[in-house]
């Protein structure tokens, strides 16, 4: 089959279009699905680039690893949306033929194989392409807003960095448990953010929302923009801040967590730094959503598998408004760009 590696870290011009060893369904991945398509999210651009050799030596400490000198994983991709094609015999909740969305490894790729209890059935009004922009980017956001800022009805919640992939599901999924949302964003996309639900909007090259004098019950930290104390002034005396990772200033924020917090985070504002897990429980929850027409993912743009090289180098360089999409053929044709 098909599919893209790296055996080097680097910029996306490492990424290699190649024949592989079609994969089969295992004890731990014991579903193994044709894949119809799979995005990008910032953990697969540092999972191709290593990042800074810091991130290399400190994530371990997370349970995380990319590897030191070279890739410890060759496989790229994760977010996946596909047909069955078929299972192990520990299987019980697919069949071959169920059409899935969820996380995998290795899912920029023809076929991949999946943990059971990492998928889920794909939403009945979705198309593959949708569906596989859901995952990790919508993950971080449920998660981030309800398990970590503890959202409730009515809360001022403000999400920073609002027309990206993470963002766009921000916004939805706060207006979904009956918050008051304000998004900000750049200027090309104020209109995106309204029409999917926002009810005010901040155009972050006009105006710095840490100074305006407004206060917010929670947010929502993407964008990487601003400084703890920028924050402090944002919130309320119960306020709390949600720091998504996987943003270019990782190892500063990861440091903070790990070694500073403990010392500086007392007082009534709370600081939490996570990053998201995939379960197939969440993955449900936002099926119902997409279903109801509460979450609507917003796709910027889409490559085919064979010229994924391309992909990465859009989404690091365009500031994609929403999720970039892979979409994978029948027959991928070898010799094309990557």
């Given amino acids: 089959m098909k599919a893209i590696t790296h055996t080097k870290f680097g910029p996306p011009d ?17 579903v193994l699905i044709k894949v119809h398509a799979s995005s990008i999210n910032p953990a697969d651009k540092y999972q191709i680039s290593g990042g800074p050799l810091a991130i290399r030596l400190f994530l371990p400490l997370f349970r995380m690893s990319l590897g030191v000198r070279k890739p410890k994983d060759t496989r790229v991709g994760s977010d996946i949306a596909g047909r069955v094609e078929a299972v192990g015999p520990n299987v019980t909740q697919f069949k071959p033929g169920d059409e899935v969305f969820g996380v995998a490894p290795g899912a920029c790729a023809e076929y991949a194989t999946a943990r059971e209890d990492r998928l889920a059935l794909k939403p009945a009004n979705s198309s593959f392409e949708e569906a596989a922009a859901t995952g990790i ?5 449920l998660q981030g807003l309800r398990d970590h800022g503890h959202i409730q009805p009515g809360m001022k919640v403000l999400v920073n960095g609002a027309g990206g992939g993470v963002g766009t599901f921000a916004v939805q999924i706060a207006k979904s448990f009956g918050a008051e949302v304000t998004a900000v964003t750049n200027t090309e ?4 953010v309204r029409k999917i639900g926002a009810d005010h909007v901040i155009d972050y090259t006009k105006e710095d929302f840490t100074k305006n004098g407004q206060q917010y019950d929670l947010i929502t930290d993407i964008a990487a923009t601003h400084s703890f104390g920028d924050y402090k002034r944002a919130l309320n005396s119960n306020g709390t801040v949600v720091i998504i990772g996987w943003k ?8 903070y967590f790990a070694i500073l917090k403990p010392l500086l985070g007392r007082g009534d504002k709370k600081f939490t730094f996570y990053i998201a897990k995939s379960n197939q429980k969440d993955l ?6 997409i279903e109801a027409g509460k979450l609507t993912p917003v796709i910027d743009k889409g490559f085919p598998l064979d010229n994924t090289r391309d992909a990465f180098r859009y989404f690091d360089r365009e500031h994609p408004s929403g999720k970039v999409v892979i979409t994978v053929p029948s027959n991928p044709t070898m010799g094309a760009s990557p």
Avoid at 16 to 28: A, C, I, L, S
């Fill in 189 to 192: 996309n104020l209109d995106l």
């Fill in 14 to 30: 490492v990424i290699q279009f190649e024949e592989v060893e079609k994969p089969v369904p295992t004890d731990k991945l014991g």
């Fill in 248 to 255: 270019d200033k990782i190892v500063a924020r990861l440091l």
């Fill in 284 to 289: 449900v929850v936002l099926k119902e959503l």
């Fill in 137 to 141: 980017a919508a993950f971080t956001a």
